[in-house]
């Protein structure tokens, strides 16, 4: 079964702070995701890359910055965190979805922004 | 931009007893949908997924997809107090390598 997983897995910053998420897949998947979850509101696509130094916005960018490293590396940066970012992030990894493919998602990081 | 919806926010049903959970979209092109569990803010595991019109059994889940109805639904045959927990509909965007997700259903399970 393909491995995501993310660190930290708690973070707590303070309004203007820099925080960056980190998430890893073993399973040399193409596409990787960052969702953020959030209460009435599910899951929301905030960036998306399909293979390493691409980026795709999603339907919630504002505020994050994204980069894929490697095939394998995804991370979420926040450069001036603010208290409306605190949430429930979720990266997912994947092979081409309309092909049927799953996708797997990490375990999550819980951010509390102060 | 696809809009899913879940309905109920919320149900308890008694161990034994088949618990149903619905979920509508709003674009009837797409042909890809997943059902995930989520205990308690944790990661999610897929149930099922299902790519065409009619029925999808993966153990005691089962999925049932009309898109002309814009309705793709979840049955859990047999519920088990484990089983407590959100469930989500998630449907792929057609065109994008995206899936958009409904905000859940949570399923509590009384022994």
């Known amino acids: 079964e393909a491995a995501v997983t993310q660190s930290p897995r708690n973070k707590v910053t303070v309004t203007g702070g820099n925080v960056t998420l980190s998430c890893r897949q073993t399973?040399?998947?193409?596409?990787m995701y960052w969702y953020r979850q959030d209460t009435g509101h599910g899951l929301r696509l905030i960036h998306y890359?399909?293979?390493?130094?691409?980026?795709q916005i999603g339907d919630v960018p504002d505020g994050y910055k994204a980069t894929r490293t490697t095939q394998e590396d995804f991370f979420l940066l926040l450069e001036l965190a603010s208290p409306s970012q605190t949430s429930l992030y979720f990266c997912a990894s994947s092979d081409a979805l309309w092909g049927g493919y799953e996708q797997y998602f990490g375990p999550g990081t819980r951010l509390t922004v102060l | 931009q696809q809009k899913v919806q879940q309905s109920p926010e919320s149900l308890t049903v008694s161990e034994g007893a088949m618990a149903s959970l619905n979920c509508t979209f709003s674009d009837g092109t797409s042909n890809n949908f997943r059902w995930y569990r989520q205990h308690s803010a944790k990661g999610l595991e897929v149930l099922v997924s299902i790519f065409s019109d009619g029925e999808k059994e993966e153990g005691r889940f089962t999925a049932h997809l009309n898109r002309a109805n814009l309705h793709v639904s979840l049955h859990i045959r047999e519920p088990q107090p484990s089983d407590s927990a959100v469930y989500l509909c998630?449907?792929?965007?057609?065109?994008?390598?995206?899936?958009?997700f409904g905000k859940g259903t949570s399923l509590t399970v009384i022994p």
């Open positions: 890359s399909y293979g390493a130094g691409n980026l």
């Open positions: 998630a449907v792929l965007n057609t065109g994008y390598q995206n899936f958009y």
């Open positions: 399973n040399s998947h193409n596409y």
